[in-house]
């Protein structure tokens, strides 16, 4: 062990002023939790693979010379790197970083475009579960009772029903695209939500801070919404970077079924159809939507991770 010098310490004495001005600085929960968050690499490196995710599916498709409809007719199923030599095309010169498709079009532009689409369902129906799920979840376990044990039963009969088959009952009703497979997948995706939420309500309602509110005459909204929602939010922002990656299984389930988007719009789940038809001739066409996906969803999952470690009171320091 390294010898440290006694010139280095400072006699304190009992002046009160000077202990304060050595003592520790207080760290807050959500600072304490930021600071492990941060420390964690994994979860960082996931935060970077996100981001990168993020702005190449918002800025990719815009910055491309092809548009993700555009057809060449003469670079069908080209390879990685091909150059584009169609002097009516606006992309004339520049490589098909990816390739081409069956129907010519740039495998690069539809690959960020299908990110923009993916993503756009997954944040939504995140949204929607992160709101529905709390308010419900919310309601149910501050009553309980009657009306509790109703709203579960309510719960459980949704939950029984087979995702697909409400996909294919709003098919009927609703033409198919973005807002068919938010909402579908919204329609159930909010229950591990709820559930959550109303877990945390149950045993945060016995806390005595709560008993001072309802003392000091505080309503049951600002009981909820003030009090006890706030109290669940660090395990509902856990569900919801955890949903976000089921939610783009969802979507690139039902698009690999011919439920989901339709051309020529595109999402990583469309491409991933489109690329097992050529798989054998042209496995690119299908591990590169492949590993947008998976790597996508492993990020946030693993991220996932990170936020329940950062939030968990038992690993607290």
Not at 233 to 240: A, T
Not at 270 to 288: C, K
């Amino acid at each position: 062990m390294a010898h440290i010098a006694k010139e280095r310490f400072a006699h304190v004495g009992e002046n009160a002023h000077d202990r304060e001005a050595i003592s520790r600085p207080s760290v807050t929960f959500l600072q304490d939790a930021m600071r492990r968050l941060v420390s964690n690499r994994v979860a960082m490196l996931c935060v970077v693979i996100v981001f990168i995710m993020l702005v190449f599916s918002i800025f990719a498709p815009i910055l491309s010379p092809f548009e993700y409809q555009e057809q060449h007719y003469g670079h069908t199923d080209a390879p990685i790197g091909t150059v584009c030599n169609d002097a009516q095309s606006a992309g004339n010169g520049h490589v098909h970083l990816f390739g081409t498709d069956t129907l010519g079009r740039d495998i690069f532009t539809r690959i960020w475009m299908g990110g923009r689409v993916s993503l756009i369902i997954a944040f939504a129906s995140a949204i929607v579960d992160f709101f529905l799920g709390a308010i419900y979840g919310g309601i149910s376990g501050y009553f309980g009772g009657t009306l509790d044990i109703i709203l579960m039963r309510i719960l459980e009969i949704i939950n029984g029903i087979p995702y697909l088959m409400i996909v294919i009952l709003l098919m009927l009703v609703m033409p198919p695209g973005i807002i068919t497979i938010i909402v579908a997948y919204s329609l159930v995706g909010w229950i591990p939500m709820a559930r959550l939420v109303r877990g945390q309500v149950v045993a945060l309602k016995q806390q005595e801070f709560i008993a001072a509110a309802e003392a000091m005459g505080a309503s049951t909204g600002r009981m909820i919404a003030k009090h006890l929602l706030p109290n669940t939010l660090s395990v509902m922002i856990v569900r919801v970077t955890l949903s976000i990656p089921s939610a783009i299984f969802s979507e690139a389930y039902l698009s690999y079924l011919g439920l989901g988007i339709r051309p020529p719009l595109c999402s990583w789940g469309s491409l991933a159809q489109l690329g097992i038809q050529n798989f054998r001739l042209y496995p690119s066409q299908l591990i590169i939507p492949a590993v947008c996906i998976s790597l996508t969803m492993l990020a946030f999952n693993l991220f996932g991770d990170g936020l329940r470690d950062a939030f968990d009171p038992k690993l607290r320091r």
